[in-house]
């Protein structure tokens, strides 16, 4: 029986919940998948306490303009920028490690018509960075908080905009790995996608800053990179616009994948 006919077969009922079970078993068996998350977690935290502390540290000997740009809140999400690399890395790998094992044609075998296996890889990504961003970010908070609490600059969880600032950095996270999935499927290279995302997000703002200030700051606040973590647009445009940039990435790797051969 080929392959065709067995994607077909009314008794095996290929189903977009089936496939996102499959692709769930995929991702929860895999070392890496751990290890990137643990990563990730760490480096966000870790990285959040350290400047925390410092700056906590040195806030007495701050000037009034240095003291008035201190934001609590933002220490807590210090790590984000280091932590959004694992998660990256994550996303590619998802979909790239198939195509250099050579799994991709089982998988492609089994789901013919091919975008099931993208939107359930993007489910299942999507979901599970989010669950795992939306944990660190709050313990994030309450760690750099008691840090902050014997130099009585802390703020409670409830104070005005804090919970947006929270769960919508949660939110910017599952972007970055929805992207990255995209393009693990788009460039079907580990290497190709972890240095494109690293070049997107980490060479091209440095690069830009360089252009006169007009220039550059015009086109850094819609940088991926920068639109959640600068403070050129709002929260909510910010979000938007790495959607928008999530949006394109996906339809080029579905276009690719309908079209092309494994």
């Excluded at 290929?14 to 499959?22: A, D, G, Q, W």
């Excluded at 700056?55 to 999400?77: I, K, T």
């Excluded at 960075?129 to 908070?141: K, R």
Aim: charged content about 10%; hydrophobic content about 55%.
């Amino acid at each position: 029986m080929s392959a065709a006919t067995i994607g077909h077969s009314p008794a095996l009922g290929v189903t977009l919940p089936r496939v996102i079970k499959s692709e769930w078993t995929k991702l929860r068996t895999v070392r890496s998948t751990y290890f990137t998350l643990l990563v990730a977690v760490a480096l966000f935290i870790g990285v959040s306490a350290l400047i925390t502390a410092v700056r906590a540290h040195r806030y007495h000997g701050f000037s009034a303009a240095q003291r008035a740009d201190f934001n609590p809140v933002q220490m807590a999400l210090a790590g984000i920028v280091v932590a959004q690399l694992a998660i990256g890395v994550l996303g590619v790998l998802a979909f790239s490690s198939e195509y250099s094992s050579g799994m991709i044609r089982s998988s492609l075998a089994a789901v013919p018509r091919r975008l099931p296996v993208l939107w359930s890889k993007l489910i299942v990504v999507g979901v599970t960075v989010f669950v795992v961003s939306l944990v660190t970010v709050l313990v994030s908070f309450f760690v750099t908080q008691a840090i902050l609490s014997p130099y009585h600059l802390n703020v409670a969880i409830t104070s005005a905009g804090t919970l947006n600032k929270l769960w919508t950095r949660a939110v910017y996270l599952t972007e970055v790995a929805l992207i990255c999935v995209a393009l693990g499927a788009l460039l079907r290279s580990t290497a190709g996608g972890i240095s494109t995302f690293v070049g997107v997000f980490f060479v091209l703002p440095p690069i830009t800053a360089l252009l006169p200030s007009d220039i550059g700051n015009s086109i850094m606040k819609y940088l991926p990179g920068s639109t959640v973590l600068g403070d050129n647009l709002s929260l909510w445009a910010g979000i938007a616009v790495m959607a928008g940039y999530a949006a394109i990435v996906v339809i080029a790797a579905a276009v690719r994948l309908q079209w092309t051969d494994a």
